[in-house]
């Protein structure tokens, strides 16, 4: 049979760790505590990072499939937006991979109506990144995201420049 003390000790003991897991909870101080007993805590993504991710993917593989196939109609523009499909194929990785089964309209046969939809579409994206950075619960995200909105941005002055010399 337990004896008294060693009962008490004991409740003692799961008092206190109880307590230092509730703090550790409320304070956001758990992953500092694990890390002191020897755990390194993995992150996990909060739910509506998950969803923001799924929906960045989406626009993002839309996005590659319209340079790619802007590429392919306009050869003239092809050596233009390789880069730009490259960035955004290492983009994609990064968010884990490109949406396979999407299909897209064919560009237009004019190689200035093209990069005009082009621009467009990249503008809504780079605005729609931005505002999904602030939106983001993961500093990490964020920052991906807000990258992601910049390169948006300087594919567009690139795209500008190869408009402004169709005309």
């Known amino acids: ?16 760790v109880a307590a230092a897991a509730v703090y550790g909870d409320r ?5 500092d505590l694990a890390r002191t007993i ?17 929906r960045v993917q989406t626009d993002q593989s839309i996005v590659l499939l319209s340079l790619r196939a802007v590429a392919q109609r306009q050869p003239q523009l ?6 730009l499909i490259s960035i955004t194929e290492t983009q994609l990785a990064d968010l884990g991979g490109a949406i396979g089964n999407l299909t897209g309209a064919a560009p237009p046969a ?12 990249l503008q809504r994206s780079a605005a729609e990144r931005s505002k999904e950075s ?7 995200f964020a920052r ?15 795209l500008r420049n190869a408009r402004k010399a169709l005309t």
């Open 1 to 16: 049979m337990i004896s008294r003390r060693a009962l008490l000790g004991t409740g003692a003991g799961v008092v206190v």
């Open 27 to 31: 304070a956001h101080k758990l992953d």
């Open 38 to 54: 020897g755990i390194e805590p993995r992150r996990l993504p909060a739910l509506s990072d998950e969803a923001l991710i799924k």
């Open 78 to 83: 092809a050596k233009t937006l390789a880069p």
């Open 110 to 121: 004019s190689a200035a109506d093209a990069l005009d939809d082009v621009i467009a579409m």
């Open 134 to 140: 602030l939106a983001a619960v993961s500093g990490d």
């Open 144 to 158: 991906v995201l807000a990258s992601i909105a910049v390169s948006l941005s300087q594919s567009l002055v690139v």
